[in-house]
Protein backbone atom coordinates (compact mmCIF):
# COMPACT_ATOMS: atom_id res chain seq x y z
CA UNK A 1 0.00 0.00 0.00
CA UNK A 2 1.39 3.13 -0.93
CA UNK A 3 -1.11 5.58 -1.21
CA UNK A 4 0.16 8.59 1.05
CA UNK A 5 3.18 7.58 2.22
CA UNK A 6 5.61 10.21 2.00
CA UNK A 7 8.33 10.05 0.10
CA UNK A 8 11.48 12.28 0.01
CA UNK A 9 14.18 11.85 -3.05
CA UNK A 10 17.40 13.74 -2.60
CA UNK A 11 18.74 15.08 -6.27
CA UNK A 12 14.94 14.77 -7.56
CA UNK A 13 14.90 17.52 -9.67
CA UNK A 14 16.89 15.69 -13.20
CA UNK A 15 17.77 12.09 -14.67
CA UNK A 16 17.28 9.04 -12.69
CA UNK A 17 16.13 10.80 -9.57
CA UNK A 18 12.99 12.91 -11.27
CA UNK A 19 12.33 9.38 -12.90
CA UNK A 20 11.84 7.74 -9.39
CA UNK A 21 10.11 10.86 -8.47
CA UNK A 22 7.11 10.82 -10.89
CA UNK A 23 7.03 6.74 -10.37
CA UNK A 24 6.38 7.39 -6.66
CA UNK A 25 4.17 10.12 -7.48
CA UNK A 26 2.02 7.71 -9.57
CA UNK A 27 1.73 4.98 -6.49
CA UNK A 28 -0.36 7.88 -4.98
CA UNK A 29 2.85 9.19 -2.83
CA UNK A 30 3.76 13.12 -1.78
CA UNK A 31 7.06 13.11 -3.21
CA UNK A 32 9.88 15.67 -1.77
CA UNK A 33 12.52 16.56 -4.20
CA UNK A 34 15.70 18.04 -3.31
CA UNK A 35 18.95 19.52 -5.68
CA UNK A 36 20.47 22.65 -5.15
CA UNK A 37 18.83 24.39 -8.15
CA UNK A 38 16.06 26.12 -7.30
CA UNK A 39 15.05 26.68 -10.91
CA UNK A 40 15.77 23.02 -11.90
CA UNK A 41 13.26 22.06 -8.64
CA UNK A 42 10.31 24.54 -9.64
CA UNK A 43 10.34 22.98 -13.03
CA UNK A 44 10.16 19.47 -12.00
CA UNK A 45 7.62 20.00 -8.98
CA UNK A 46 5.56 21.62 -12.06
CA UNK A 47 5.92 18.85 -14.48
CA UNK A 48 5.44 16.06 -11.25
CA UNK A 49 2.42 17.70 -10.10
CA UNK A 50 0.59 18.87 -7.21
CA UNK A 51 1.69 15.74 -4.97
CA UNK A 52 5.35 16.78 -5.18
CA UNK A 53 7.32 19.09 -3.27
CA UNK A 54 10.70 21.12 -3.67
CA UNK A 55 13.03 22.14 -1.35
CA UNK A 56 16.55 23.30 -1.80
CA UNK A 57 19.04 21.18 -0.06
CA UNK A 58 22.76 20.77 -1.22
CA UNK A 59 23.31 17.30 0.24
CA UNK A 60 27.15 18.16 0.85
CA UNK A 61 26.21 21.02 3.68
CA UNK A 62 24.98 19.69 7.23
CA UNK A 63 23.44 22.99 7.79
CA UNK A 64 21.43 22.64 4.79
CA UNK A 65 20.73 18.93 5.67
CA UNK A 66 19.26 20.19 9.43
CA UNK A 67 17.24 22.41 7.19
CA UNK A 68 16.10 20.47 5.04
CA UNK A 69 14.55 17.39 7.63
CA UNK A 70 13.48 20.36 10.06
CA UNK A 71 11.14 22.18 6.97
CA UNK A 72 10.00 17.87 6.41
CA UNK A 73 8.79 17.57 9.51
CA UNK A 74 7.42 20.58 10.11
CA UNK A 75 4.86 20.12 6.95
CA UNK A 76 5.81 16.04 6.31
CA UNK A 77 5.76 15.34 10.00
CA UNK A 78 7.62 11.64 8.96
CA UNK A 79 9.46 9.79 5.96
CA UNK A 80 8.43 6.34 4.71
CA UNK A 81 10.15 5.84 2.06
CA UNK A 82 13.86 7.44 1.64
CA UNK A 83 16.13 7.70 -1.94
CA UNK A 84 19.13 8.89 -1.61
CA UNK A 85 20.14 9.54 -4.93
CA UNK A 86 21.87 12.67 -5.41
CA UNK A 87 25.75 12.26 -6.68
CA UNK A 88 27.74 12.27 -9.47
CA UNK A 89 31.34 11.05 -11.03
CA UNK A 90 33.81 12.88 -12.84
CA UNK A 91 36.02 11.26 -15.48
CA UNK A 92 40.16 11.29 -14.77
CA UNK A 93 42.81 8.84 -15.19
CA UNK A 94 45.29 8.31 -12.47
CA UNK A 95 47.37 11.37 -13.31
CA UNK A 96 44.98 13.62 -13.90
CA UNK A 97 42.96 13.28 -10.72
CA UNK A 98 42.54 16.77 -9.17
CA UNK A 99 42.01 17.41 -5.21
CA UNK A 100 38.95 19.73 -5.97
CA UNK A 101 36.97 16.90 -7.91
CA UNK A 102 38.23 13.80 -5.76
CA UNK A 103 36.59 16.25 -2.75
CA UNK A 104 33.14 17.09 -4.76
CA UNK A 105 32.96 12.95 -5.40
CA UNK A 106 33.57 12.13 -1.71
CA UNK A 107 31.67 14.95 -0.17
CA UNK A 108 28.45 14.23 -2.83
CA UNK A 109 28.92 10.57 -2.95
CA UNK A 110 29.81 9.81 0.57
CA UNK A 111 29.63 12.55 2.71
CA UNK A 112 26.24 13.47 1.36
CA UNK A 113 24.76 9.47 1.80
CA UNK A 114 25.71 8.97 5.30
CA UNK A 115 23.89 12.41 6.57
CA UNK A 116 21.19 12.19 4.17
CA UNK A 117 20.55 8.66 5.55
CA UNK A 118 21.41 9.83 9.00
CA UNK A 119 19.06 13.00 9.35
CA UNK A 120 16.34 11.10 7.72
CA UNK A 121 16.20 8.53 9.94
CA UNK A 122 14.96 10.30 13.41
CA UNK A 123 11.75 10.74 11.00
CA UNK A 124 11.26 7.04 9.77
CA UNK A 125 9.47 4.20 11.81
CA UNK A 126 8.95 0.49 11.45
CA UNK A 127 7.85 0.04 7.78
CA UNK A 128 10.18 2.76 6.28
CA UNK A 129 12.42 1.67 3.60
CA UNK A 130 15.66 3.20 2.63
CA UNK A 131 16.72 2.99 -1.41
CA UNK A 132 20.62 4.25 -2.05
CA UNK A 133 21.21 4.86 -5.39
CA UNK A 134 24.59 3.59 -5.95
CA UNK A 135 26.57 2.67 -9.09
CA UNK A 136 27.93 -0.58 -11.58
CA UNK A 137 31.08 1.60 -10.85
CA UNK A 138 31.18 0.07 -6.82
CA UNK A 139 32.64 -2.95 -8.69
CA UNK A 140 33.45 -1.99 -12.24
CA UNK A 141 34.73 1.47 -12.08
CA UNK A 142 36.18 1.35 -15.80
CA UNK A 143 39.08 3.73 -16.86
CA UNK A 144 38.78 7.21 -15.76
CA UNK A 145 36.46 6.40 -12.98
CA UNK A 146 38.57 5.29 -10.04
CA UNK A 147 37.20 7.96 -7.30
CA UNK A 148 33.25 7.53 -8.39
CA UNK A 149 33.95 4.02 -8.57
CA UNK A 150 35.43 4.04 -4.85
CA UNK A 151 32.57 6.62 -3.44
CA UNK A 152 30.10 4.25 -4.94
CA UNK A 153 32.36 1.10 -3.03
CA UNK A 154 32.30 2.70 -0.14
CA UNK A 155 28.62 3.47 0.12
CA UNK A 156 27.65 -0.31 -0.64
CA UNK A 157 30.49 -0.95 2.45
CA UNK A 158 28.36 1.43 4.51
CA UNK A 159 25.36 -0.30 3.79
CA UNK A 160 26.46 -3.42 4.85
CA UNK A 161 27.38 -2.39 8.42
CA UNK A 162 24.46 -0.26 8.66
CA UNK A 163 21.86 -3.27 8.09
CA UNK A 164 23.49 -4.14 11.55
CA UNK A 165 23.03 -1.08 12.89
CA UNK A 166 19.31 -0.70 11.84
CA UNK A 167 18.44 -4.38 13.30
CA UNK A 168 15.18 -4.14 15.08
CA UNK A 169 14.27 -0.88 13.58
CA UNK A 170 11.61 -2.42 11.17
CA UNK A 171 13.33 -0.19 8.19
CA UNK A 172 15.02 -1.75 5.14
CA UNK A 173 18.11 -0.48 3.60
CA UNK A 174 18.88 -1.31 -0.19
CA UNK A 175 21.00 -0.53 -3.30
CA UNK A 176 19.86 0.43 -6.57
CA UNK A 177 23.18 0.56 -8.61
CA UNK A 178 22.64 1.43 -12.42
CA UNK A 179 24.70 0.58 -15.40
CA UNK A 180 25.22 3.37 -17.99
CA UNK A 181 21.80 5.34 -18.22
CA UNK A 182 20.40 8.01 -20.37
CA UNK A 183 21.13 11.42 -18.60
CA UNK A 184 22.16 14.73 -19.39
CA UNK A 185 25.05 14.46 -16.64
CA UNK A 186 26.07 10.71 -18.60
CA UNK A 187 26.54 13.23 -21.60
CA UNK A 188 27.98 16.13 -20.04
CA UNK A 189 30.35 13.51 -18.26
CA UNK A 190 31.91 12.46 -21.53
CA UNK A 191 32.53 16.39 -22.76
CA UNK A 192 33.58 16.32 -26.23
CA UNK A 193 33.36 12.68 -26.78
CA UNK A 194 29.79 12.09 -25.91
CA UNK A 195 29.02 9.85 -29.03
CA UNK A 196 32.15 7.68 -28.97
CA UNK A 197 31.74 7.44 -25.28
CA UNK A 198 28.11 5.90 -25.96
CA UNK A 199 29.43 4.20 -28.26
CA UNK A 200 31.69 2.47 -26.25
CA UNK A 201 28.96 1.55 -23.49
CA UNK A 202 26.45 0.23 -26.05
CA UNK A 203 28.76 -2.01 -27.50
CA UNK A 204 30.03 -3.26 -23.71
CA UNK A 205 26.43 -3.63 -22.76
CA UNK A 206 25.07 -7.35 -23.29
CA UNK A 207 21.46 -6.54 -24.33
CA UNK A 208 22.98 -3.70 -26.86
CA UNK A 209 22.23 -0.26 -25.08
CA UNK A 210 22.48 1.87 -22.03
CA UNK A 211 19.64 1.74 -19.79
CA UNK A 212 16.72 4.71 -19.00
CA UNK A 213 15.54 6.66 -16.30
CA UNK A 214 12.32 4.76 -15.90
CA UNK A 215 13.86 1.34 -15.75
CA UNK A 216 16.12 2.29 -13.01
CA UNK A 217 12.50 3.84 -11.13
CA UNK A 218 11.06 0.20 -11.33
CA UNK A 219 13.64 -1.19 -9.40
CA UNK A 220 13.93 2.03 -6.95
CA UNK A 221 10.06 1.56 -6.64
CA UNK A 222 10.44 -1.98 -6.20
CA UNK A 223 13.00 -2.35 -3.41
CA UNK A 224 10.94 0.72 -1.51
CA UNK A 225 7.71 -1.49 -1.76
CA UNK A 226 6.11 -4.21 0.67
CA UNK A 227 6.92 -6.64 -2.38
CA UNK A 228 10.68 -6.47 -1.47
CA UNK A 229 9.50 -7.18 2.42
CA UNK A 230 12.55 -9.62 2.84
CA UNK A 231 15.05 -8.00 0.82
CA UNK A 232 17.70 -6.14 2.87
CA UNK A 233 20.95 -5.18 2.24
CA UNK A 234 21.51 -5.91 -1.11
CA UNK A 235 23.08 -3.80 -4.32
CA UNK A 236 20.66 -4.67 -6.83
CA UNK A 237 22.37 -4.47 -10.28
CA UNK A 238 20.43 -2.53 -13.24
CA UNK A 239 22.82 -2.40 -15.83
CA UNK A 240 21.64 -5.38 -18.51
CA UNK A 241 24.37 -7.49 -17.12
CA UNK A 242 27.43 -4.78 -18.29
CA UNK A 243 28.76 -5.30 -14.94
CA UNK A 244 28.70 -9.04 -15.27
CA UNK A 245 31.04 -9.67 -18.52
N1 LIG B 1 23.39 8.37 -15.38
C1 LIG B 1 24.12 7.28 -15.21
O1 LIG B 1 24.62 6.70 -16.18
C2 LIG B 1 24.34 6.71 -13.83
C3 LIG B 1 24.87 5.42 -13.73
C4 LIG B 1 25.08 4.86 -12.48
C5 LIG B 1 24.76 5.59 -11.35
N2 LIG B 1 24.25 6.84 -11.46
C6 LIG B 1 23.93 7.55 -10.21
O2 LIG B 1 22.59 7.98 -10.26
C7 LIG B 1 22.44 9.15 -9.47
C8 LIG B 1 21.76 10.23 -10.30
O3 LIG B 1 22.53 10.48 -11.46
P1 LIG B 1 21.91 11.16 -12.79
O4 LIG B 1 22.63 10.60 -13.94
O5 LIG B 1 20.43 11.10 -12.76
O6 LIG B 1 22.43 12.65 -12.58
P2 LIG B 1 21.77 14.08 -12.87
O7 LIG B 1 20.81 14.02 -14.00
O8 LIG B 1 22.94 15.01 -12.96
O9 LIG B 1 20.97 14.40 -11.55
C9 LIG B 1 21.63 14.60 -10.35
C10 LIG B 1 20.63 15.19 -9.38
O10 LIG B 1 21.30 15.33 -8.11
C11 LIG B 1 21.27 16.69 -7.74
N3 LIG B 1 22.51 16.98 -7.03
C12 LIG B 1 23.78 16.89 -7.49
N4 LIG B 1 24.63 17.26 -6.53
C13 LIG B 1 23.89 17.57 -5.44
C14 LIG B 1 24.18 18.03 -4.14
N5 LIG B 1 25.44 18.27 -3.74
N6 LIG B 1 23.16 18.25 -3.27
C15 LIG B 1 21.88 18.02 -3.66
N7 LIG B 1 21.54 17.60 -4.88
C16 LIG B 1 22.53 17.39 -5.76
C17 LIG B 1 21.10 17.49 -9.04
O11 LIG B 1 20.50 18.75 -8.84
P3 LIG B 1 21.41 20.09 -8.64
O12 LIG B 1 22.48 20.05 -9.68
O13 LIG B 1 20.44 21.22 -8.81
O14 LIG B 1 21.93 20.02 -7.24
C18 LIG B 1 20.15 16.56 -9.78
O15 LIG B 1 18.84 16.73 -9.30
C19 LIG B 1 23.84 9.52 -8.97
O16 LIG B 1 24.03 9.02 -7.66
C20 LIG B 1 24.75 8.80 -9.95
O17 LIG B 1 26.01 8.51 -9.39
C21 LIG B 1 24.04 7.43 -12.67
Redesign the pocket.
Known amino acids: MTQNRIALV ?10 IARKLVSQGMRVI ?5 QE ?2 DK ?1 VAALGERATGI ?6 LP ?1 LDNLFAQVKATFGRIDTLVA ?5 VHAPLGQITEAAYDQQF ?3 VK ?1 IVFTVQGALPLMRAGASIVI ?5 SIDPGPTMSV ?1 GA ?2 AAVRNLVRSWVSDLKGAGIRLNIV ?10 R ?2 FGDHAEEGLAFLTCKSPIGR ?2 E ?1 EE ?1 AEVAAFLASDAASYVNGVELFA ?1 GGASQV
Not at 85 to 89: D, H, K, L, T, Y
Open positions: SGGSSGIGFAITGRRALAAADVTSGNAGGGDTNGVGSTAYTKSPGPTNTESLEAIGPID
